[in-house]
Every structure is written in structure tokens, then in C-alpha cells.
């Protein structure tokens, strides 16, 4: 045999060992296998099984009987008697009873204990290195160690010696320990010094009971203790007015019973440290009225516009601006159905209309009342028109001032004449200066002679400023920074004001020269407007932000009101009372108080006052133009539903 078995090739050895442990194997593992279910009902629900005779289906279709039940008292007995009954599982799916092996106990044992289900398993198993070293006896690099790790440095013994001297020197001190006090106060309230250790939560003390007194020991004198009279006379008092502790007297300490509201106090307590607050506040008591700022009753700014009087109906389409003159009497509209109407103001009457041809951009009308001249902007020209307003006298002089001598020579009209050209307008009489490109405003001078218009289109966008008695035009702000959106003169000052879609620029018309520029942040500007003393501007910009700028105070605005939720068309100030207000895109109007006053260390005061509404909005536009009337508190308001409104107080 020994001999036979070494003579067996090699491969046949190892394939006879490999099939006697697959067998081996095979036989474990199919002692382990479960037995197959006799139910074959699948995922059904065995509740749909409760009132049936039978439980699922064998292999076969056959019904499946459900096994007579026992009583309970019947199934106890029968488990008292049956010493194997602690190995029984009943099987719920199968409707029988299954009786647990050996080798399933065990592994139950095993799994219940934390260890692993076979026995033949080592959870500690020899660590396996998969990896050989060939120079696994060397470290990672044969070079020997330098000699500066085992070597202090100098530098090192240069800082511990700087260390020393100066501490010998007094230089650097050390805190000294606390010193623990030695003795307390055995009934003082220690809650100061323990709250001073904790850090976190704040120490709350229990509340310091009463010290027990004569009356509450076990067995006090007979003078404590109550006759049955003084009881009775208990029961009639008041319960606030009726002693909370009745003495009573015990023989010995062993007969003394339980306190009877020890767990209700202690229940109260442990309630209390779970509803207070950990930590303690300081609250400030503040009334939140008091943080409101102080603004005056809107009955004590009037008068202002609140509601509509007077309604100027005669455009076909869209009123773009509008103007009135000097004394108030007469106003001025200009619209894109190419008339412009002047109407009598607290008649509404329209007493004369003129007919341009051509959508109308602004309108403005002289602010001297002895002159009453009207500047319109219409495409690419600005007419200076006769309104037909005065007496003999005034006509005259403003036929003479509306006249060009035709000797004249166009170098003499002005050193800009590439710019702009002054012609004679043959329709209505008055002066035409053709520009080069689209005019979009006219402002004039408070004096009358002057006037400036913006030239925003092109490569020559130009802010030029005219003088009406020597037919001039000059072109001074030849580098303009950003694309001009508008531009006014100071009314007391010889100050220009130029604002661009990002800012606003102050000039010194004399001195020629840059004073300020006003930064309000916005994304578009699309109006400004200066308040009468000339110290205050407002601007409007076409995402609904107006920003008031003190210029005294900073170039950064004083306040940036968000009214507006669609783009503002316009912004006016009005000349002798504290108003102002903004038109917008939203078919309304807001009227503001804004008191400036002449103390400097008091800022303006702005309050708001009436959303006026009335226009319909026409195309997505509103109201395109709003102007306060010159020596009353009423507001004219232009809208792009073709229709001029009056706002009186």
C-alpha cells in the first residue's frame, strides 16, 4: 500500500485529495441546507388565510390543512410535559411545528454570544504579509543618521539662554497658583464662588429653606403643641391666613412618618430647572413704537396734491413733457403727435395749438416772465417759438430777439457752427438751430438768455449751451465721460450740472473746472432735479431708486428711496414750497415733504406723502412727465394715455 501510494504520479494524489474534500464539503453543506417550503403561495399574505379551512398549496395544488388548534391550557400542559419543547419553533408560513437540531442550537448559542456562527472559523487569524522585501533588514535608506538629531542646535541653546536672562531679569513673570482657601462658611450661600469656576451654563442656587425650629423637631415642649380647640379653630380660618405645620409630638425618631409632600416639592423643583433658562438675560424692556422714527402727522405738512382737479384733454397720443411759465397762468405740452398745445391753466382752455409735424422730445418755457419764449426739442432741430402771450410791447421785443439779420455771416452766429446752425423758422416765426443728431432735453438759464441742450446720439454727443441775445453756441464740455442723459443749471450759482446713465457732474462755469461728482450708485439715470437753494439734488433712475444728495454733506446720496417698482421718467422740485416729487413708468405719481433746513447740522427732513394715481397705462408707459406749478402746491402730471392731470391739495 505504502509502496503503491508512492508510486501514484503527483497530479493523480493531488486530484484524489481535492475530490475527497469537495465530498467533505458537499456533505457539510447539505446537512445545512434548509428543507424547501410545502407552501407555495409566494408573496400572498397569509391574513388572507384566516377564515379558509386550508393554508396555501403544496407542490402538487393540493390544499394545505390547517392542523386542529389546541386550547391554550391544553398547549401549556403539553409543554410541561414535553422536555424538548424549548427546541420547537412553530413555522407560521408552513402551519407546523419545526424542531431545532444540535447544530442549529449551537450556532444560535453562537450568534447570541457575539461569536461567529462556525465554530471552525478564527476571527483571529495570522496576519498574511502578500508582499516580500528583498532589503526588509535595512530601513528605508542605508545612509546613517545625521549627527543634528541626537545634537541640540545652536540656535536652540542661543533662545534658551535669551529665556533665562530674561527671567532672572524680571522680564517674563509666571501667574503664581491660586491659592484655595483653607477654610469656608459651613452655612454661607457658596453659589458666587461656584458660578465664578463653571464656565457654560450658569449656576442656579435651590432655594434656601427655613431653619428648623423647636416647634419642628420630633418631640418638642407641650407649649407647641396645639389643643384640639386651637385644630378646630383652624378649620374656620382663611387657607392663606391657616398655619402651614401643625406640631406634633412622637415618642421616638423610629415613629415619625414620611414628610407627605416630599415628591410633590421635589417634582416641582426638578420641574422648575427644566422650564428656567440656563443662562440669564438682561433684557431690555423697549417699546417698539419708540425705535419708528419720529415723523410729523401728515396733517401738519399740508398743503400738498391729493387729488385730481383738472383734466387737459385735446393730444391724440402720448404727452412726452410739459412746462409751465413764470407766473403760472399758462401751461405747455409737447406730445409725439407732433403738436404743441398751451393751455390756460385754471380753465383748461386751449388757446392755441402748433402744429410741427414731428414727435415732440421737451418742451421748456422761458423762466422770465417778460419773455415768454417756449423751447421745444424735435428730432435733430430746437425751435424758439413766439407763444403769443403779452401785450404789444413784449410781442415786439420778442420779434426782435426772434429775428437774424440775413447780412449776417454764418462765422459771425457762433465758432461751433459745425455743431448747430441758427435758421429762421418760416412757419411760425422763431429761431431753428439744427443740430447734427437727436436733441432729447432743453433747460434754461434762470436768467433767460441761456439755455443748454443735449446731444446724446453719435460720435458727436455734446452738452452745448446757447446765448438767445448774441445767436451763440458754445461747445465747453467736449470730453464727456459716459452718455448724457440730462443736464441743468444751478438756480442761484453759475454751477452746470451734467448727469451721465452712471453719474452726476458739477461744474464751475466760471473757474471751468471740475467741483464734484455725485455717485449714486444706481444702474441708469434718467432725471435730476436741484433743489431752489441749489445745496440739494434728486435723481431718478430707470430701475425705480431715487437718491437725495446733500452736497454739503457727501457724494455718496444722504437717502435712496425705493418707491418705484418700474423706471422713473421724471423728478421736480418745487420752487417756494418743501415738495418734491417722481413720475414713473407705473402710471403713478409720489409726492415727498423734504424740508431743507438752513441750519447745517440739521439734516433734511423727508417724509412720504400721496401716491397719486389716474392714468391708465398705454403701451407699457404711464405717466412720462410731472412739473409742480410755480406758486401753488398743485402738481401737473403728463401720461402716455394722451390726457395732462392737475393734482390739488
Known amino acids: 500500500m505504502g509502496a503503491g501510494r508512492k508510486d501514484e504520479p503527483q497530479g493523480q494524489g493531488d486530484r484524489d485529495e481535492h475530490a475527497e474534500a469537495s465530498e467533505r464539503v458537499e456533505e457539510s453543506d447539505s446537512s445545512e441546507d434548509e428543507v424547501e417550503n410545502r407552501n407555495t403561495v409566494g408573496d400572498v399574505p397569509l391574513k388572507w388565510y384566516e377564515d379558509e379551512e386550508h393554508i396555501g398549496y403544496d407542490i402538487t395544488g393540493k390544499k394545505i390543512k390547517k392542523q386542529a388548534r389546541k386550547s391554550k391550557l391544553d398547549s401549556f400542559l403539553a409543554q410541561a410535559d414535553d422536555s424538548k419543547n424549548w427546541q420547537k ?17 449551537k450556532l444560535i448559542q453562537r450568534l447570541l454570544k457575539g461569536s461567529t456562527p462556525h465554530a471552525e472559523a478564527n476571527p483571529y487569524a495570522p496576519y498574511v504579509d502578500w508582499f516580500v ?39 517674563i513673570k509666571f501667574d503664581k497658583p491660586k491659592e484655595e482657601p483653607q477654610f469656608y462658611l459651613l452655612w454661607g450661600d457658596d453659589s458666587t464662588s461656584t458660578e465664578a469656576k463653571r464656565h457654560g451654563l450658569s449656576y442656579i442656587p435651590p432655594p434656601k429653606p427655613k431653619l428648623a425650629g423647636h416647634e419642628e423637631s420630633f418631640r418638642p415642649s407641650v407649649e407647641y403643641i396645639p389643643t384640639q380647640e386651637e385644630i378646630n379653630s383652624y378649620q374656620l380660618m382663611y387657607e392663606e391666613d391657616r398655619p402651614k405645620f401643625i406640631p406634633r409630638r412622637y415618642n421616638s425618631l423610629r415613629s415619625v412618618p414620611a414628610y407627605d409632600n416630599a415628591l410633590k416639592e421635589s417634582f416641582d423643583r426638578c420641574l422648575d430647572l427644566y ?28 398743503p400738498y396734491p391729493q387729488t385730481c382737479f383738472l383734466e387737459y384733454k385735446g393730444h391724440t397720443d402720448a404727452v412726452v413733457s410739459i412746462t409751465t411759465d413764470a407766473s403760472g397762468q399758462w401751461l405747455a405740452s409737447g406730445s409725439t403727435d407732433g403738436t404743441i398745445r398751451i393751455w390756460e ?30 423751447a421745444v426739442a424735435v428730432g435733430t432741430d430746437v425751435l424758439l417759438l413766439d407763444t403769443g402771450i403779452g401785450n404789444e410791447e413784449v410781442k415786439q421785443r420778442i420779434k426782435d430777439l426772434l429775428h437774424i439779420d440775413a447780412s449776417a455771416a454764418p462765422d459771425d452766429l457762433g465758432n461751433t457752427a459745425s455743431l448747430v446752425s441758427w435758421l429762421q423758422h418760416e412757419k411760425y416765426g422763431g429761431l431753428r438751430l439744427k443740430h447734427q443728431k437727436t436733441v432729447s432735453k432743453v433747460e434754461w438759464h434762470r436768467k433767460g438768455d441761456y439755455f443748454t441742450t443735449v446731444v446724446p446720439g453719435g460720435d458727436t454727443r455734446a452738452i ?43 461744474y464751475d462755469l466760471l473757474k471751468q473746472k471740475l467741483i464734484k461728482k455725485l455717485e449714486p450708485g444706481l444702474r441708469d439715470i434718467s432725471s435730476v432735479a ?66 431743507v433746513y438752513s441750519d447745517l447740522n440739521q439734516n433734511p427732513l423727508i417724509v412720504p406723502l400721496e401716491i397719486l394715481r389716474g392714468h391708465k397705462s398705454t403701451n407699457g408707459r404711464g405717466v412720462l412727465d410731472c412739473k409742480f406749478h410755480p406758486r401753488q402746491p398743485w402738481l401737473f402730471t403728463a401720461g402716455a394715455d394722451s390726457i395732462i392731470k392737475l393734482f390739488c391739495h
Open 89 to 105: 419553533v412553530y413555522d407560521e408560513y408552513n402551519d407546523e411545528e419545526v424542531e431545532l437540531t444540535k447544530q442549529e442550537t
Open 133 to 171: 522585501w528583498d532589503d526588509k533588514g535595512h530601513p528605508l535608506s542605508n545612509a546613517p543618521e545625521p549627527k543634528r538629531r541626537f545634537i541640540p542646535s545652536k540656535w536652540e541653546h542661543k533662545k534658551v539662554v535669551e529665556y533665562v536672562r530674561a527671567i532672572r531679569k524680571g522680564l
Open 275 to 302: 422650564l428656567c433658562p440656563r443662562t440669564r438675560k438682561k433684557r431690555i424692556n423697549i417699546d417698539p413704537e419708540s425705535l419708528k422714527p419720529k415723523l410729523p402727522s401728515r396733517k401738519d405738512l399740508k
Open 345 to 374: 391753466v385754471e380753465t383748461t382752455r386751449c388757446i392755441r395749438v402748433l402744429e410741427i409735424g414731428e414727435a415732440v422730445q421737451h418742451v421748456a418755457w422761458n423762466p422770465v416772465s417778460e419773455l415768454p419764449i417756449l
Open 464 to 506: 452745448l449751451i446757447h446765448q438767445l441775445s448774441k445767436k451763440l453756441t458754445q461747445n465747453p464740455f467736449k470730453k464727456l465721460h459716459g452718455l448724457p442723459v440730462s443736464a441743468v443749471f444751478h438756480p442761484t450759482r453759475s454751477v452746470f450740472f451734467i448727469a451721465t446713465k452712471k453719474n452726476v457732474r458739477v
Open 530 to 595: 436741484v433743489h431752489p437753494t441749489g445745496d440739494n439734488v434728486i435723481i431718478g433712475s430707470k430701475e425705480g431708486k431715487l437718491s437725495w444728495f446733500d452736497m454739503d454733506l457727501s457724494s455718496q446720496p444722504y437717502r435712496t428711496l425705493r418707491n418705484h417698482p418700474k423706471d422713473i421718467t421724471s423728478v421736480a422740485f418745487h420752487r417756494s414750497y418743501p415738495l418734491f416729487a417722481s413720475s414713473s413708468e407705473d402710471s403713478t405719481a409720489y409726492v415727498f415733504h423734504g424740508m
